[in-house]
């Protein structure tokens, strides 16, 4: 098995099944898996905000910094390695928020929000999701097997 | 002995920063900082020199003519930018420490500290604040407090969280309750034992609770606004995730919006990677792109 971290705002799609995909430290930041079983082919994507309105020159170097740039990258590397949309299994995790009561800082909210907007547009379900709260998410996902787990403190689940 | 007398005890043992902090700060409190000022205090550190011209080398690859001196290396990068990799040096050689508690390794907590004064920065350039030398040093020591509390709650952690979570309130707070002072307060102790300037030991002290600060400043805000925003995008977020209150006094002293906080962090990544360069073993020549 070989390991493939996802740092901030990166994208990255594979067909390798020896490779285990992880982002780190999911904060308000939103991590995303998408995998088809059939074709075993799959990506990851950690974005930091909902929105490249706030910076498009930043979403031309970097579109996996936001959702509404990132994931339709994304889509298209995955399409154009044979991935078929009907297949495919959407999963997310982080979107956290500090404990706001004034909603300024609801960046972790909006990421999600503007993620199931988008998802909701291409017809395409989301399969399982892990977001909200005040906790850190470390996300991985196998390519061998599309299994896709979520660690927070010493705690592992299976989303 | 409570654990909290324990606790202040190693303040008294704490690491103080190099003379040369303590230097640049001075110089920095003077309007347009001159780089000959700058130059007098660092190039008596060979390694920081020496750091400085690597910069300045590889972020004008494809250039024939190599910079050989501080003077001419600031003309390349200017000034603020050789300041900010100077104090992150010095600081980073005397704080780069775990804080195991937190589970915190000495490179998340010091992620944590260069993403937090970058964000600073940049927030004052957006808010058009001054003392930005200032904001950015305290931003870079305000978690410091984690150093000495991390050896301490280790095992007291997860009452600490529990009772953060069972209650709603801030992980300071809980802290406080636990152990009887919180990290940011035993950070301010520290920069106070260093006889630091009073709005730097203010910011540090309040940094979680800018509203309980004598009087509210927007040091202070800046620094606790750059935490929350680093906090926010994984730099160091500790096992207490985002157990943290924003504080409505900052948001309405600075009038932030949904859409400054958005700004400002779409433009910390870039400003991390480049200060990041400067403190890898290899550094491989690469355009930087200078704010």
Redesign the interface.
């Known amino acids: 098995m070989s390991n493939v971290t996802i740092g901030?705002?990166e994208i990255y799609v594979t067909n390798k099944p020896n490779e285990e995909l992880i982002t780190?430290?999911?904060?308000?930041?939103i991590g995303v898996t998408i995998y088809d079983p059939v074709a075993k082919i799959g990506g990851m994507i950690h974005y930091?905000?909902?929105?490249s309105k706030?910076?498009p020159e930043?979403a031309k170097t970097?579109p996996g910094?936001?959702a509404d740039t990132g994931i339709p990258t994304m889509l298209k590397s995955l399409f154009g390695m044979g991935a078929i949309k009907d297949r495919l299994i959407v999963k997310a995790a982080g979107g956290?928020?500090?404990?706001?009561?004034?909603?300024?800082?609801?960046?972790?909210e909006?990421n999600f929000l503007i993620f199931r907007k988008l998802m909701w547009k291409n017809n395409i379900l989301i399969k399982a999701a892990d977001v909200g709260?005040?906790?850190?998410r470390t996300l991985r996902l196998e390519m061998n097997t599309g299994r896709v787990t979520i660690k927070?403190?010493q705690k592992v689940k299976e989303l | 002995m409570t654990i909290k007398d324990e606790i202040l005890a190693k303040v008294s043992t704490f690491p103080t920063l190099p003379m040369m902090v303590g230097k640049l700060l001075d110089v920095l409190d003077e309007k347009d900082a001159d780089f000959r000022i700058i130059a007098e205090v660092i190039k008596y550190d060979p390694a920081l020199t020496a750091n400085i011209l690597k910069a300045a080398n590889s972020s004008y690859v494809g250039l024939s003519k190599q910079v050989s001196s501080l003077t001419e290396a600031s003309i390349r990068l200017g000034t603020r930018w050789i300041f900010k990799i100077a104090l992150s040096s010095l600081i980073n050689s005397a704080l780069r420490r775990p804080a195991p508690g937190y589970?915190l390794s000495a490179e998340e907590l010091w992620k944590h500290s260069i993403a937090t004064a970058l964000m600073s920065e940049i927030l004052c350039d957006l808010l058009n604040i001054k003392d930005k030398g200032m904001i950015f040093t305290s931003a870079l020591l305000h978690d410091m407090g984690k150093i000495i509390l991390g050896d301490f709650i280790s095992d007291s952690f997860d009452n600490i969280l529990k009772l953060a979570e069972n209650e709603?309130i801030?992980f300071e707070e809980a802290e406080r309750r636990v152990v009887g002072i919180d990290h940011a307060e035993l950070g301010g102790l520290i920069a106070d034992k260093w006889e630091f300037p009073k709005n730097i030991v203010d910011s540090i002290t309040y940094h979680h609770n800018p509203d309980k600060a004598p009087s509210p400043t927007p040091a202070i805000d800046i620094v606790h606004i750059s935490d929350?925003l680093s906090?926010?995008?994984?730099?160091g977020?500790?096992?207490e995730?985002?157990?943290?209150?924003?504080s409505?006094g900052s948001?309405k002293r600075l009038s932030?919006?949904?859409?400054i906080?958005?700004?400002a962090?779409?433009?910390l990544?870039?400003a991390i990677d480049e200060i990041e360069t400067q403190f890898k073993e290899e550094n491989n020549p690469k355009v930087l792109v200078r704010g």
């Not at chain 1, 930091?48 to 929105?51: D, K, N, R, V």
């Not at chain 1, 709260?133 to 850190?136: A, L, M, T």
């Not at chain 2, 932030?256 to 859409?259: G, M, P, V």
């Open positions: 901030i705002s780190y430290s999911l904060g308000s930041c930091m905000l909902p929105l706030v910076s930043k970097k910094m936001f956290a928020q500090l404990m706001d009561q004034n909603n300024v800082f609801n960046i972790g909006r709260g005040s906790i850190s927070t403190g | 589970d709603q801030p929350a906090l926010m995008g994984g730099w977020i500790g096992r995730g985002l157990h943290y209150h924003p409505e948001i932030i919006t949904n859409s906080l958005e700004t962090t779409s433009q990544l870039d």
